[in-house]
């Protein structure tokens, strides 16, 4: 779910033009949780089917509201080519409405059955800051995951309103943080971590940045970490959250050391989020020892760990964005054919060898009839060729005759 207590995350002020200079301006449509999401003005009860009793409500109401924006404006959001500043002002201030909302009630990110189905692999899951909602845990819970979840205020953790209160809940979050991990009970288990870390300031003051992140890798010692939430590299936010809006830098630099990825798949995202559940695999380490020269004191030799990962488990080093596809493409087939020229002079000659090596073993009766029939073709052949030049001979005698000269075209 999220880090253990949050401060409230503050609202970006977007500009919205027509409120200054249009006496009437438009309003954003508005969504109100936990009814059918839609454009058009309700025909009765029959168009305000509640979402909240849907298996994951949370992703049924951001498909809902997805579904009242143009492909084109959520592709291009932050385009200033295809949409308007006006325009995305209205569509940020109707995604916070609601999103906040569903933050608050649920979770910050969203699972999907994808999601679900690998995490079942990789159970028996604990998670350490699930929040009060514990989202991702009733979610796992209903899929048949086992699934234990911590977090140090069960009752009101992992909120952007502390205030704001969860109905319904199937799973119930017990009282711990990240020592639980080293207890006996939960050494079994994977680590699952969702946006454990909201970074207010992302590391620009290490002083006052916990890191829950990295206080669960230094109490963690099972073998696989599952991260929900954005990473470095992968986030569109500039300024607020160049690591990500999830978990802070020292959690991902110490992630990505003693770990690999070996798994990587998007999650359902709100237009401005970038959300991907990444599987992590414990590295071992290769230590190696320079020994001192002769000329250097006594002990001053270097040690230097190197990570192993097996080639089955790395992820492909070749990624490609669409528009740029054809470069690997047209760069395997030439570097084929560069590479390997001499296969095409080989294959041609085992082709030639084919075929004597076959031809040797016609029987006489098979080779005489071939003959036979190659040379009746030809026959044939000359005959109508035969034919062709006495019908052009007789047409130029024609043409000569009536015009009383030879006709040269």
Known sequence: MGKNSRRKRQRPQTQRPHEENDPNPKTAPTITVGLMVSGKKDDGPSSQTSLAKSSNPMQSMLNAFLDTIDAMERDHFFSEVHVEPERRAELWAQQAEIGEELVDKYSWAIPNKRSLSILKHFAPLVEVGCGANAYWCQQMKQAGIDIVGFDINPKSGGKIDSKSKGKGRSFSAQKGGPEVLAHSGNKHRNLFLCYPDENENNGEDPEEDFSLGLACLEHFQGDYVIHVGEIYGDTLSVDQAPWGRSS???????????????????????????????????????????????????????????????????????????????LLQNEETSIKTEDQPHLTSEKKMGENAKDESAGASTPTATKFKKKRKNSDANETKDTNDGDVKKKKKTSADKAKEKLGYECSW
């Open 248 to 326: 802070s830098p020292y959690f991902q630099q110490q992630l990505a050391t003693q770990f690999h990825c070996v798994l990587q798949i998007p999650l359902p995202n709100w237009i401005h989020v970038r959300d991907t559940l990444t599987v992590w695999k414990r590295s071992s380490l290769c230590t190696i020892v320079f020994a001192a020269d002769d000329e250097e004191e006594e002990g001053s030799s270097e040690e230097v760990s190197y990570r192993y990962v097996p080639p089955e488990e790395r992820l492909p080093e070749e990624r490609v964005a669409p528009f740029l596809l054809h």
